[in-house]
């Protein structure tokens, strides 16, 4: 009859709007239940009204639990599942490695995922840094050279040192040069002009790859040997003497600790 046809239309859109028709319908028989249920929507409404701009997991949560069919109660999932997943991408940026940004990806805390881009992003920066790393602590031209061909490969998206590498491999060009040179100095027994050379390099690059610091520390033994000799300095040799101990086949070295008594 018409008004079970009104009250089962009430009860399949539940809202305010549609216990509102039927109650002023003037029907009877659900009258009770209807206010009954017009009441708990507009229950409802008012929390979702306080909640709805929160960032409190929690709220949400309840909220749910206490109006699981409601006309807010989607948007309130949705809202859950935005802060859940915003919590998630925030500890992974707060730890900020590869492993805190994958299990970002691969976690089950949130259908959401909206930041699975940015943390493909940050994955990649990542390893483009521990690449670079990688190359400056070797500090060779192919190292800086392998960073440059790398680029764009394997998932090597970001590159952020290129024009860095382009530099270094210039620069480490010049210095080997510039070693050559004070290497050429010195076995022609141009002893000043070695060390010169190498004290040059030292101030204009600040520092020399580690790898070539034997090289160069060889083409100043002879001049500390001989400063050493003029000054008579126990101070002087101890500082040859640690200097000797980092130079391939030193020549002075025997002189340096009998000079210290040892």
Same mark, same amino acid.
Not at 123 to 146: C, F, L, M, P, V
Not at 156 to 160: A, S
Not at 212 to 218: D, E, F, I, S, V
């Given at each position: 009859n018409k008004e079970e046809n009104a009250w089962s239309r009430a009860l399949r859109i539940n809202t305010i709007e549609s216990f509102n028709s039927y109650i002023?319908?003037?029907?009877?028989?659900?009258?009770?239940?209807?206010?009954?249920?017009?009441?708990y929507l507009l229950a409802a409404k008012d929390k979702w009204q306080s909640i709805k701009n929160s960032t409190n997991i929690k709220l949400f949560n309840?909220?749910?639990?206490?109006?699981?069919?409601?006309?807010?109660?989607?948007?309130?999932?949705l809202r859950k599942e935005q802060l859940e997943d915003n919590q998630a991408w925030n500890e992974a940026l707060k730890i900020n490695t590869i492993k805190s940004y994958t299990d970002y990806i691969e976690s089950n805390r949130t259908k959401s995922k909206k930041h699975i881009d940015d943390a493909n992003v940050q994955?990649?920066?990542?390893?483009?840094?521990?690449?670079?790393?990688?190359?400056?602590?070797?500090?060779?031209?192919?190292?800086?050279? &392998?960073?440059?061909?790398n680029c764009g490969k394997n998932g090597?998206?970001?590159?952020?040192h290129i024009t860095d590498a382009q530099r270094q491999i210039k620069n480490?060009?010049?210095i080997i040069n510039e070693i050559q040179k004070a290497e050429?100095?010195?076995a022609n027994k141009k002893y000043e002009d070695a060390y010169n050379t190498i004290v040059s390099i030292e101030r204009r690059y600040h520092e020399i790859p580690k790898y070539?610091?034997?090289?160069?520390? &060889?083409c100043k033994e002879e001049h500390y040997f001989r400063e050493s000799k003029k000054q008579k300095s126990r101070y002087r040799w101890q500082q040859n003497l640690s200097i000797y101990k980092n130079v391939a086949s030193p020549k002075h070295l025997k002189y340096a600790k009998k000079k210290l008594g040892q």
């Open positions: 002023e319908g003037n029907y009877e028989l659900h009258r009770d239940e209807a206010f009954s249920k017009r009441s309840d909220y749910i639990t206490q109006y699981p069919n409601c006309e807010y109660t989607q948007e309130a999932r994955i990649s920066i990542i390893r483009d840094e521990e690449r670079w790393q990688n190359a400056q602590s070797i500090g060779t031209i192919e190292e800086y050279q &392998k960073y440059i061909q090597n998206r970001n590159c952020m480490v060009t010049d050429n100095y010195y070539l610091n034997n090289r160069a520390l &060889k």
